[in-house]
């Protein structure tokens, strides 16, 4: 199956921040200008207004002035802009974890099997609106089976748009386009492919190996591919960021999993572990995450907050099966689990009932699992199960548990 | 003529419940006057288009009238009506 990645650009990164920042500059043209020293500033960014008047980044400010007399210079706001690329960021993890940013402004994402049935160009449309109406700034993106298109693409059609490109049609759009356009080809690759005739990335992917290999060594040959749609490189991970504290276990399986039924006996015997340790450690949850890699070893992390802090393994087995039933699509069979807690609190500190909680219901349940945990511990793990977790389980014969714990973690 | 608008800083009365949501109840405008919020009608992340920032949006009534209040980096504005 295809990837589906986008490339979301922020258009005119530094000038539209400062436009969106102060609106009495929208309709005129604008130059954000470095002032290392006040006369040999040079133009960093511009707005399409400027850009009209030939207004072109790294050039003098008096050159550009020349150009457009009333052009409007502005000192950077660095701050600002990475404040910006920051909640850009924000959107997209609402979509992906497999975010890579690529300088402030312009990101890969790699949806594939995040989507719930949506297209590509659905998502990035959605994305292209969210961040015009929470940011008031405009992205173009593009959207392909991988990173060099995709990038491609947002380059395309700006500011403010999507285009697809598609490997069933990819050689009409791309193709034609001058090799200078491809992410890899700089200005003296440009140049030597031009002395040997190759004008376009179609031309680039018709080239024969030995040519390319000699104009840029291994290099060329990666363009040629490029060129093709053929670039399997993936978009690294966004770091996860994690709660300050967590508690978790995940497994990896022997078999991959096929349904939820035995997601959720997994879920349940990680989650009584997790119970274990919350006790063990005097602390509660106030949330639950789960992450799930399936067999093509796309992971997707979820996490939700409980109403109510807990140390309850069925509560967190629920939380947990609840998250994965709403976001996993079952696109594929899964291959590990992860469950976490997280929003960690000490379990002597005394929890807020609301009117709907059932403070009865909820001490049986505690006094059920501390009953539980007891046995656990005085005759061995498997000494009390759910009766969910006789079925026979898909879990690993000398139990792999990993422990996702960064530093600072309870263990 | 096209109306403009401009950014006013304002303090803000709030109550924060114990998940932390917090509700402006009240704001003092620039003269002096405290203004009540009679209801919070909605909050979304918003980028305020006519005086530019953005943050957090609350749609909020005031006598009678629904406004604009948003909250941006802890510091709270209005989007004002230029008087001229
Ligand atoms: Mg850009």
């Known amino acids: ?411 | 003529m096209e109306k403009r608008f401009y950014k006013v800083y304002v303090p803000v009365t709030l109550d924060v419940d114990s998940d932390g949501n917090i509700y402006p109840r009240s704001i003092v405008w620039e003269d002096g006057h405290v203004y009540e919020i009679d209801r919070l009608k909605y909050r979304c992340r918003a980028a305020s288009t006519k005086v530019g920032g953005c943050g957090m949006r609350y749609t909020v009534m005031i006598e009678g009238k629904e406004t604009y209040l948003f909250e941006e980096d802890g510091r709270w504005f209005v989007e004002a009506k230029d008087a001229s």
């Open chain 1, 1 to 411: 199956m295809d990837r589906i990645i986008l490339h979301c650009d922020m258009n005119n990164f530094y000038a539209s921040v400062e436009c969106m920042l102060r609106p009495e500059l929208r309709d005129k043209p604008v130059a954000v200008c470095g002032s290392v020293e006040e006369r040999h500033g040079i133009v960093l960014a511009k707005n399409y207004k400027a850009k009209a008047y030939g207004v072109k980044t790294a050039e003098a400010i008096w050159q550009a002035k020349q150009k457009c007399p009333n052009l409007v210079i502005v000192e950077p706001h660095y701050e600002q802009y990475l404040r910006f690329s920051k909640l850009a960021r924000e959107i997209y993890s609402r979509y992906t974890d497999r975010i890579e940013p690529y300088g402030m402004d312009e990101c890969w994402l790699d949806i594939t099997g995040c989507t719930r049935g949506r297209s590509g160009f659905e998502i990035a449309d959605e994305i292209r609106r969210t961040v015009k109406f929470e940011l008031g700034l405009t992205i173009s993106v593009g959207v392909s089976f991988n990173k060099i298109f995709a990038k491609l693409g947002s380059d395309l059609k700006k500011p403010d748009a999507i285009t697809v490109i598609e490997r069933a049609s990819f050689r009409e759009i791309v193709w034609p386009l001058d090799a200078s356009e491809m992410l890899g080809v700089g200005r003296s690759t440009t140049r030597k492919l031009l002395y040997y005739g190759i004008h376009t990335i179609g031309e680039l992917a018709n080239a024969p190996e030995e040519l390319l290999k000699h104009i840029a060594g291994k290099n060329g040959l990666a363009l040629k591919r490029y060129a093709s749609g053929e670039d399997y490189s993936p978009v690294t991970h966004q770091d996860y960021v994690m709660p300050i504290k967590s508690i978790g276990h995940g497994i990896t399986t022997i078999q991959d999993l096929e349904n939820s039924a035995e997601v959720w006996s997994i879920m349940l015997e990680l989650s009584q572990d997790i119970g274990s340790k919350l006790m063990k450690n005097k602390k509660r949850a106030g949330g639950v995450a789960i992450s799930i890699r399936d067999n093509e070893l796309f992971s997707k992390e979820w996490q939700c907050q409980l109403s109510l802090p807990t140390q309850s393994p069925s509560y967190i087995a629920k939380a947990a099966f609840e998250l994965f039933v709403r976001g996993y699509g079952w696109a594929r069979p899964i291959r590990s689990v992860t469950v976490r807690a997280i929003y960690l609190t000490d379990s002597d500190a005394p929890i807020q009932y609301n009117v709907w909680t059932d403070p009865e219901k909820l001490e049986k349940r505690e006094r059920l699992d501390l009953a539980v945990e007891a046995i656990r511990n005085r005759f061995g793990k498997d000494a009390i199960r759910n009766a969910v977790l006789l079925m026979p389980m898909k879990l690993p014969e000398e139990r792999r548990v990993e422990l996702v714990m960064p530093t600072g973690m309870v263990s």
